[in-house]
Nanobody, 125 residues
């Protein structure tokens, strides 16, 4: 079994920064790509960012390019999302995701086998 535990969400004002963390556990853990999705009330789940196991490939949604940065630390089985210049439209539950194998389109929800419980990010104006 694999568990993904997110942390770092909170209530901030527009223009502030947050750093989300996700730590994976379980002896069967395998990761080719890890990433982040988000979902706001009444909206579909949205791809945010993803990163290959060696950091050689990184993907961002257009809405967060230049503001968010994804990174990972394989020694800690962790992935991070640094969020700068936050906007009210960034308000959502943010989910950590893991894809054990290569070959998928990593902006698609179906690419990921494991999802965390989510952490709430609220950005006030």
């Amino acid at each position: 079994q694999v568990q993904l535990a997110e942390s770092g969400g909170g209530l901030v004002q527009a223009g502030d920064s947050l750093r989300l963390s996700c730590v994976a556990s379980g002896r069967t853990f395998r990761s080719y790509v890890m990433g982040w999705f988000r979902q706001a009330p009444g909206k579909e789940r949205e791809f945010v960012a993803a990163i290959k196991w060696n950091g050689g490939s990184i993907w961002y949604a257009d809405s967060v390019k230049g503001r968010f940065a994804i990174s990972r630390d394989n020694a800690k089985n962790a992935v991070y999302l640094q969020m700068n210049s936050l906007k009210p439209e960034d308000t959502a539950v943010y989910y950590c995701v893991n894809a054990p194998f290569a070959g998928a389109d990593y902006y698609r929800q179906s690419a990921y086998d494991y999802w965390g419980q989510g952490t709430q990010v609220t950005v006030s104006s």
